[in-house]
């Protein structure tokens, strides 16, 4: 079936994605920083436009380092012996990613420093934003936590299995989200009840563990309910 196909071809890029961060300690750096960076400009108030450029940003960045670890594999495989030609195909993919990473430092300096230098003179404030906005931000940090979890426990498929389970975790941050954006109880209890199907789904079809559905409900959860407390 089509939906099948698209989630095998999900499951193939995710793990790509994954294979890259497990082998290359410079793309978790990149992973860390990019949820560390979003997660300030949010505290600093930063505008939607300036978000927009950090975010775009930082994918460049994350894209530069998966297309340099792509063509490291790609010479080891044309060219298994140590060669002139293949260091320097490494040697310039390596300085794609150091011009984009430099760039983008400039462009981070750039726009966060005023914000830093005004908080240190007027003092920290935490920075309120919109009920949809915090969502959004809950989402990515959730999928950006359970990507470095599952990398660093090295265990499981991105989409099935492994230690936490991505599902539960996104199902109930959508269970939160969803609790504080419409404030309804009813919907409450219904999206709850879907996260807790969701969640079975993944023991039932053995695809994970009940500790890895609880690590997974409890990460997505918490990490929502925290960021609305913080934000809203």
Same mark, same amino acid.
């Not at 999900?10 to 997660?39: D, M, P, S, W």
């Not at 919109?130 to 999928?143: G, M, N, P, Y």
């Not at 230690?163 to 199902?171: D, N, R, V």
């Given at each position: 079936?089509?939906?099948r196909?698209?989630?095998? %071809?999900?499951?193939?890029?995710?793990?790509?994605?994954?294979? $890259? #961060?497990? *082998?290359?300690? +410079?793309? /978790?750096?990149?992973?860390?920083?990019?949820?560390?960076?979003?997660?300030?400009?949010?505290?600093?108030g930063? %505008?939607?436009?300036? !978000?927009?450029?950090? &975010?775009?940003?930082?994918? $460049?960045?994350?894209? #530069?380092?998966?297309?340099? *670890?792509a063509?490291?594999?790609?010479?080891?495989?044309? %060219?298994?012996? @140590?060669?002139?030609?293949?260091?320097?195909? @490494?040697?310039?993919?390596?300085?794609?990613?150091?011009?984009?990473?430099?760039?983008? &430092?400039? !462009?981070?300096?750039?726009?966060?420093?005023?914000y =830093?230098?005004?908080?240190?003179? *007027?003092?920290?404030?935490?920075? @309120?934003?919109?009920?949809?906005?915090? &969502?959004?931000?809950?989402?990515?940090?959730?999928?950006?936590?359970?990507?470095?979890?599952?990398?660093?426990?090295? @265990?499981?498929l991105?989409? /099935?299995?492994?230690?936490?389970?991505? +599902?539960?975790?996104? $199902?109930f941050?959508?269970?939160?989200?969803?609790?504080? =954006?419409?404030e +309804?109880?009813t919907?409450?209890?219904?999206?709850?009840?879907?996260?807790? =199907?969701?969640?079975? %789904?993944?023991?039932? *079809?053995? #695809? +994970?563990?009940?500790?890895?559905?609880?690590?997974?409900?409890?990460?997505? #959860?918490?990490?929502?309910?925290?960021?609305?407390?913080?934000?809203?």
């Open positions: 079936m089509p939906f196909q698209w989630l095998r %071809s999900a499951n193939c890029a995710i793990e790509g994605i994954l294979q $890259a #961060a497990k *082998t290359q300690r +410079h793309l /978790r750096y990149h992973f860390l920083t990019a949820a560390f960076v979003l997660l300030l400009s949010y505290v600093l930063v %505008s939607r436009t300036e !978000i927009l450029i950090i &975010a775009l940003s930082v994918i $460049a960045v994350l894209l #530069a380092e998966m297309f340099n *670890t063509i490291e594999v790609i010479v080891d495989i044309v %060219s298994p012996e @140590k060669t002139e030609k293949a260091r320097i195909a @490494k040697d310039i993919a390596a300085g794609a990613v150091l011009i984009t990473a430099f760039g983008v &430092a400039v !462009i981070g300096f750039i726009i966060l420093f005023p =830093l230098k005004d908080s240190f003179q *007027t003092g920290l404030t935490v920075a @309120k934003h919109s009920k949809e906005e915090i &969502a959004l931000i809950a989402f990515i940090l959730v999928v950006i936590l359970v990507v470095i979890t599952k990398v660093y426990l090295g @265990k499981g991105p989409l /099935r299995g492994g230690m936490p389970s991505g +599902h539960a975790a996104l $199902a941050a959508a269970w939160v989200a969803t609790t504080y =954006l419409t +309804h109880f919907a409450s209890i219904l999206s709850f009840v879907i996260a807790v =199907l969701i969640a079975q %789904s993944r023991i039932v *079809t053995k #695809a +994970h563990t009940i500790w890895e559905v609880v690590l997974g409900s409890l990460m997505g #959860a918490s990490v929502t309910f925290l960021l609305f407390r913080i934000f809203s």
